[in-house]
């Protein structure tokens, strides 16, 4: 009987997968289309021929439509800082992963470029999604810091895992709000992952050097 069974959450899973899919890519091209913030969740549903419950048991807010894969991010982040080689400090971990250019930034064919142009375009002009965005970036920080603690050993009176996990991910984010502006602006791959590479670069210098010498009033 069991042997039987076995195969079928797997069966389930797949099917849960591109019924998720499906919502998400009906989304992506009714946003692309028309804005965010002129689609509602009940035309999604139709478009993809569901019911809109259906679409709130896969996606909790219509703007988890747009930011559902960045739970990946998280568990690669946390993953990348707790699964490194002893001795080696947290921060060169998060340049590993840093530096390694994910997502459509990460693509060079033109149908990613593209993607990456109207999905840009779309979360900067809607303010639901970037207030939505720095939730989730928080709770990434959050989730940062704690796991550095418990490294670490620290107390709750202990600030330094919080300060450390606020600055590497406000690298991160500094390197978002420049690589959007830089699209806006027309930049394109591959000179756009180019600078964004030399911006990290420069940025993680600076958490390497510290803060003692920068922007000293002369």
Do not use: C
Not at 99 to 113: C, E, I, M, N, S
Not at 135 to 150: D, K, N, R
Request: aromatic share 6%.
């Amino acid at each position: 009987m069991s042997t039987v069974e076995s195969p079928q959450p797997g069966l389930r899973e797949r099917k849960k997968e591109q019924t998720r899919q499906l919502i998400a890519e009906t989304a992506r091209r009714l946003f692309g289309e028309r804005g965010f913030e002129r689609v509602t969740v009940a035309e999604i549903a139709r478009a993809a021929e569901i019911s809109e419950q259906t679409v709130f048991n896969y996606f909790p807010t219509k703007e988890d439509l747009v930011y559902w894969r960045l739970q990946s991010f998280e568990d690669e982040l946390l993953g990348t800082i707790r699964d490194r080689e002893p001795g080696e400090p947290a921060l060169a971990a998060f340049r590993r992963f840093l530096l390694a250019q994910r997502g459509l930034l990460g693509k060079q064919d033109p149908q990613a470029r593209e993607e990456l142009a109207a999905l840009t375009r779309m979360i900067t002009e809607s303010p639901a999604l970037l207030a939505r965005e720095e939730q989730i970036f928080a709770g990434y920080t959050a989730s940062l810091a704690a796991l550095l603690a418990q490294e670490t050993g620290a107390d709750a009176a202990d600030l330094r895992p919080s300060v450390a996990a606020n600055a590497m991910m406000g690298v991160h984010r500094a390197l978002v709000r420049h690589a959007r502006r830089r699209v806006v602006e027309g930049m394109r791959h591959p000179k756009l992952a180019a600078e964004v590479r030399t911006r990290a670069e420069e940025a993680l210098a600076l958490l390497d050097a510290g803060l003692e010498d920068y922007a000293v009033k002369r």
